[in-house]
């Protein structure tokens, strides 16, 4: 996908952990290898959830550390806060005009909080903020200001990338051929990210290990993945433990054939097993690992970059907005 503009945005809401690394990040990163990227800290999209700007602020530096940490190309990729482009708060409120109540009332997250209301029966609406309800424009609005051709997203953002392509399709029938037809790319099958209790790694769950803990609550961390109980001489099933399915996403070829083994074999105690995935993870992250303790030390050096990230976003974003009130109001 060379020569394509890609563009995604991460929402502000939590501490990054292994099951965002492995889901998106790393493929991310490696896209801005070789493509122009606009990647952003969507923060404007976490306010109809988070209230507190502090929490905001603090999880944004974490996202933005944390990439620049792992090493985003920083001459392909722009990286900025969602909230410095003036522009998506403009396109936005534009979008509405051709975007039909009923395509919000179809989105996945408002229905579902519509269905459990009507279950309590409750008011359908009880804690909808417009935030929530106009999130897909927003969404439509980043995708479609910086002429995006490829929108990497979780498979749980998909429906709202066919949003954006229909808002983008509305607009396009009623002012003629603006907007590119952004497509939807849903990360390379990386299975479900086992998480300390087995089930998939989420903040909901509680049961995340963060990207960046320092080396000794990492180690904790993985010492608490839930097993079952098999002695250290029985054979283990590899394919259904949370250590060995870890393990396979930071070790080569030959290495995960060589752990694999030492779980059918028999003869390799759970702890021992734990050790050996701590390790692997533990070397593989280290230098990043300082990179982003630097760096969250030195947040000067985040903004610098942000800022740098906002003056080249606005000005593709600009350009973009001008077009479009050009052709709306005349
Ligand atoms: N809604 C996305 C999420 O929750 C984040 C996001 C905001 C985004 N704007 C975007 C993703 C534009 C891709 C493109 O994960």
Do not use: W
Not at 201 to 216: G, H, Q, V
Not at 294 to 322: F, H, P, R, W
Request: charged share 25%; aromatic share 8%.
């Amino acid at each position: 996908m060379d020569n394509k503009i890609v563009l995604t945005g991460i929402k502000p809401t939590g501490t990054p952990h292994l099951g965002n690394y492995i889901g998106a990040l790393k493929s991310l990163i490696k896209c801005a290898e070789t493509n122009k990227t606009f990647v952003f800290i969507a923060d404007l999209h976490a306010l109809n959830l988070i209230k507190d700007a502090s929490k905001i602020r603090q999880y944004s530096y974490e996202i933005a550390g944390m990439l620049i940490a792992l090493g985003l190309n920083l001459e392909n990729a722009v990286l900025f806060r969602q909230s410095d482009v003036n522009a998506v708060y403009q396109l936005s409120n534009l979008l509405m005009n051709v975007t039909p109540k009923g395509l919000m009332n179809r989105a996945h997250s408002y229905k579902a909080i519509v269905e459990k209301n009507t279950e309590s029966g409750i008011d359908i609406d009880s804690g909808v903020n417009m935030g929530l309800y106009t999130y897909p424009v927003l969404m439509a609005a980043d995708i479609l200001l910086y002429n995006s051709d490829i929108v990497p997203v979780g498979a749980d953002q998909k429906q709202h990338v066919e949003f954006a392509r229909d808002i983008a399709g509305y607009f396009n029938n009623t002012y003629g051929e603006i907007f590119k037809m952004p497509e939807p790319v849903i990360g390379e099958d990386n299975g479900i990210i086992p998480g300390l209790d087995g089930r998939k790694m989420s903040k909901s769950y509680d049961n995340t290990i963060p990207l960046f803990a320092p080396e000794n609550e990492l180690k904790k961390k993985i010492m608490r993945i839930i097993t079952d109980s098999k002695t250290p001489e029985e054979p283990k099933n590899p394919d259904e433990s949370t250590i060995f399915q870890l393990y396979t996403h930071f070790a080569n070829e030959a290495e995960t054939a060589e752990f694999r083994k030492m779980f059918t074999d028999g003869g390799m105690g759970y702890g021992t097993a734990k050790t050996i995935l701590f390790e692997k993870i533990n070397s593989s992250l280290a230098k990043a690992r300082e990179k982003y303790e630097y760096l969250m030390n030195n947040k000067a050096e985040i903004d610098t970059i942000l800022q740098k990230g906002a003056e080249q976003a606005s000005v593709v974003a600009d350009k973009t907005i001008k077009h479009v009130k050009k052709v709306m109001l005349g």
